[in-house]
């Protein structure tokens, strides 16, 4: 498994300018995409060994991340409708 960092910018680059416009309208999603990078650099450390965790742990924290993904997904979805 590899361990790159799954960063929104990267992994929705066609909606960087629209995360960049909603951090700066909405503050709930801004708390989001905050949550989503500090959950996100966590979960990096952990893979590389840099902070070492048990599994359960990292476990917690990927689902952590998926869900705040998946909230931010919904909430970019519905500005762009």
């Given at each position: 498994m590899t361990?790159?960092?799954h960063e929104l910018a990267e992994d929705l680059p066609e909606r960087a300018a629209l995360i960049h416009a909603l951090?700066?309208?909405d503050a709930h999603?801004?708390?989001l995409v905050d949550e989503y990078h500090d959950i996100n650099a966590a979960v990096h450390r952990a893979e590389t060994d840099v902070e070492p965790t048990e599994d359960l742990h990292l476990n917690d924290m990927r689902k952590?991340?998926?869900h705040l993904k998946d909230e931010i997904a919904r909430i970019l979805?519905?500005?762009s409708a």
């Open positions: 361990h790159t960092p951090r700066e309208s999603f801004a708390r952590t991340r998926m979805d519905q500005a």
